[in-house]
């Protein structure tokens, strides 16, 4: 599966692109981004959300037991965004469906992320359309991340990995940053000065 990593910097993509407004130079976007940390840090870890199955696996001396269990679902996602949802609009209400469609995106691409990772230890696949179907799904066919090993976190295999899983996110992660600092379209710009 994923690694947090790759899992983060989706997420923060997407909130920069959501959260940011297009600011028209690097300065301001750096500044919007500063002003912003804090809710794109929370949209990264949303998009981590699904591995907290690790830490229900700590007591029994293995994080990997409950992990692309039913956290790496439909369902599940679908109970967490809608209480992060309600969540945000009681605390500043407004924009609701744009809000919980956002939400959902971040959070469902996390299963978007693992199901097009090379899964090499079992259990394979993830319970991606529970609670509607309760069979694992393992898609060899949509494979772009490579497989990492669970049980030497510190090897160069799980380096070659994380370095594969960069090369394809982070250019990503720019490429919105870029266009939110880009200047806007010359006619914009122009109609906006004649105001």
Same mark, same amino acid.
């Given at each position: 599966?994923?690694?947090?990593?790759?899992?983060?910097?989706?997420?923060?993509?997407?909130?920069?692109?959501?959260?940011?407004?297009?600011?028209?130079?690097?300065?301001?976007?750096?500044?919007?981004?500063?002003?912003?940390?804090?809710?794109?840090?929370?949209?990264?870890?949303?998009?981590?959300?699904?591995?907290?199955?690790?830490?229900?696996?700590?007591?029994?001396?293995?994080?990997?037991?409950?992990?692309?269990? =039913?956290? @790496?679902? *439909?369902?599940? #996602?679908?109970?967490?965004?809608? $209480?992060?949802?309600?969540?945000?609009?009681?605390?500043? !209400?407004?924009?609701?469906?744009?809000?919980?469609?956002?939400?959902?995106?971040?959070? =469902?691409? @996390?299963? *978007?992320?693992? #199901?097009?990772?090379?899964?090499? $230890?079992?259990?394979?696949?993830?319970?991606?359309?529970? !609670?509607?179907?309760?069979?694992?799904?393992?898609?060899?066919?949509?494979?772009?991340?490579?497989?990492?090993?669970?049980?030497?976190?510190?090897?160069?295999?799980?380096?070659?990995?994380?370095?594969?899983?960069?090369?394809?996110?982070?250019?990503?992660?720019?490429?919105?940053?870029?266009?939110?600092?880009?200047?806007?379209?010359?006619?914009?710009?122009?109609?906006?000065?004649?105001?």
């Amino acid at each position: 599966m994923a690694t947090p990593i790759g899992h983060a910097l989706i997420g923060g993509m997407l909130g920069i692109g959501y959260l940011l407004p297009r600011t028209g130079s690097p300065a301001a976007a750096l500044r919007a981004l500063w002003e912003q940390r804090w809710p794109i840090i929370g949209v990264a870890l949303l998009a981590c959300l699904p591995d907290i199955a690790f830490f229900f696996g700590l007591p029994f001396g293995n994080i990997n037991r409950f992990h692309q269990g =039913y956290t @790496h679902s *439909l369902g599940w #996602i679908a109970i967490l965004v809608t $209480g992060i949802w309600i969540t945000w609009q009681r605390h500043s !209400p407004g924009h609701g469906l744009a809000r919980f469609v956002f939400l959902s995106v971040v959070a =469902y691409s @996390h299963l *978007l992320l693992d #199901i097009m990772t090379v899964d090499m $230890g079992a259990p394979y696949g993830v319970y991606l359309f529970w !609670p509607l179907y309760d069979q694992r799904i393992h898609t060899p066919l949509l494979y772009i991340f490579r497989d990492l090993d669970r049980t030497h976190v510190f090897s160069a295999h799980n380096f070659r990995g994380l370095a594969w899983e960069l090369a394809v996110t982070l250019p990503f992660f720019l490429l919105v940053l870029l266009w939110k600092a880009a200047p806007r379209a010359v006619g914009q710009i122009r109609s906006n000065q004649d105001r």
